[in-house]
């Protein structure tokens, strides 16, 4: 199992869980084309499609998708949101509720968002072990060390200090800031979640939808990395990123 990054960040999101025999796309903020530009996986195994909440560089396209026989997931919210509730291949997933889509077992769980009824989602995969997908939230309610996470995909949006310094400096106006830290994820906050769920059993931890201009990538992988007290790989998503997620590999290595 491979994830590869479509596209991370306010232009657009999209990301892909592709094994030998299945896929399963996270978010639907590019096209399809440029999803089958960036992977070899034919649409024939892919699973589905998840999607976070209705905001477009998180869900432009479900109707694109839809149209090509994908499923696509999301809470009841969402799809209403999208004006989608009731289209054929949409799916409403109820929070708290496991359903599977194709091999993959997934888990919705509430998030706060400045949308309908965001979501974030574990994951669950026999050959990758359990992945935690969490973006657009400016906090996370619930802890998941019990289930031994795998994989943690998790929002880096902003760093306080960064944003703070941009109110300064009068780059950013107090308002829009406030928004920032009501709706997104910071640094620090997506360290504290990593290290409030790491086990020996984490292997993965990729940084998702910096902002633009309140974040640093290299920074941020550096303080991600020192804050862990497990030896797990580190990495920013950026377009063409490619990840082994197979639980195999990494008893080989």
Do not use: W
């Not at 999209?14 to 992977?39: D, H, K, Q």
């Amino acid at each position: 199992m491979q994830l590869k990054v479509i596209a991370s960040g306010s232009s657009g999101n999209c990301y892909i869980l592709e094994g030998r025999t299945t896929a399963l796309i996270l978010e639907c903020g590019v096209s399809p084309e440029r999803l089958m530009r960036s992977t070899s996986c034919p649409i024939s195994r892919i699973a589905g499609c998840l999607v976070s909440h209705e905001h477009s560089d998180h869900a432009a396209y479900v109707g694109r998708f839809a149209n090509l026989g994908l499923d696509v997931y999301a809470s009841a919210g969402t799809l209403q949101a999208l004006g989608k509730d009731g289209d054929a291949n949409m799916h409403a997933l109820l929070p708290m509720v496991s359903a599977r889509v194709g091999e993959f077992t997934v888990r919705p769980f509430p998030l706060h968002h400045d949308a309908a009824e965001p979501f974030g989602y574990m994951v669950e995969h026999e050959d990758m072990g359990r992945l935690l997908f969490v973006t657009d939230t400016r906090q996370v309610d619930y802890t998941f060390r019990t289930y031994n996470l795998n994989h943690i995909l998790v929002e880096a949006n902003y760093s306080g200090e960064i944003l703070d310094g941009h109110i300064l400096c009068g780059d950013i106006d107090g308002h829009r800031a406030r928004r920032i830290e009501a709706t997104h994820l910071s640094l620090q906050a997506a360290v504290e979640l990593v290290k409030a769920n790491q086990t020996p059993a984490l292997l993965n931890v990729v940084l998702l939808h910096l902002s633009s201009g309140n974040s640093d990538a290299k920074r941020f992988q550096q303080e991600m990395r020192s804050a862990l007290l497990v030896d797990a790989e580190v990495e920013v998503a950026a377009p063409g990123l490619t990840i082994n997620l197979d639980k195999e590999y990494f008893l080989t290595i």
